[in-house]
């Protein structure tokens, strides 16, 4: 077996994780699950307990909202995945990301084998779309989350009609999972 790049992270589940060498077979969708779950969006900065895991589900949900039928199961765990690179490297607020020197190429890195870990394989379609949702859910909890703003976040869209009640991280994690086993067996029919 070849050396390792860099080090671990022991995981939730017990498990060991290289984020700067990541592997499909390290991948545990309980441990992104509870991660998530467990980390605040905007740094905390919210006005509530706002977590990683409840922003995934509901970009889920807005892909189905919206696209109805056309996002299928496929494209909905897509949205359902898309931080999921988060539950190994931390939520970077975007203000600080850029700034971090080699963090986007370590962020698309273990998000690629997360997908790879799934068997999801987001077109270029897919994954613009998504960030798409995922702007105009940043504008809904921006709207309902956050304190008035200082200065406009000059985001450019529209926030969702329906506004968010934040979940307990328990429900959080437990509506990550649930969504993930939804959409696997509507991939299966």
Not at 4 to 29: A, H, I, N
Not at 44 to 59: D, K, N, Q, T
Not at 153 to 163: C, K
Request: hydrophobic letters at 40%; a negative charge.
């Amino acid at each position: 077996m070849r050396e390792r790049f860099g080090d671990w992270s022991q995981t939730f589940t017990g498990g060991m994780f290289w984020p700067l060498d990541p592997r499909e077979e390290e991948v545990c969708l309980d441990d992104i699950a509870h991660s998530l779950a467990l980390q605040c969006r905007f740094a905390g900065h919210c006005r509530v307990p706002y977590s990683v895991a409840e922003h995934s589900v509901r970009v889920s949900l807005a892909a189905e909202g919206i696209g109805g039928p056309v996002c299928g199961p496929s494209l909905r765990l897509v949205a359902l995945l898309h931080d999921a690179a988060e539950a190994y490297l931390v939520d970077v607020p975007r203000p600080i990301k850029p700034w971090l020197g080699g963090y986007h190429e370590i962020e698309r890195a273990v998000q690629a084998t997360v997908f790879r870990a799934f068997d999801v394989v987001p077109s270029t379609h897919e994954l613009e779309f998504v960030k798409h949702l995922d702007l105009r859910m940043l504008a809904t909890e921006q709207r309902d989350l956050m304190a008035e703003e200082p200065r406009s976040w000059n985001l450019g869209v529209e926030p969702f009609a329906e506004r968010i009640e934040p979940w307990t991280w328990q429900e959080a994690e437990a509506r990550f999972l649930a969504r993930f086993a939804t959409l696997r067996a509507e991939e299966d029919r």
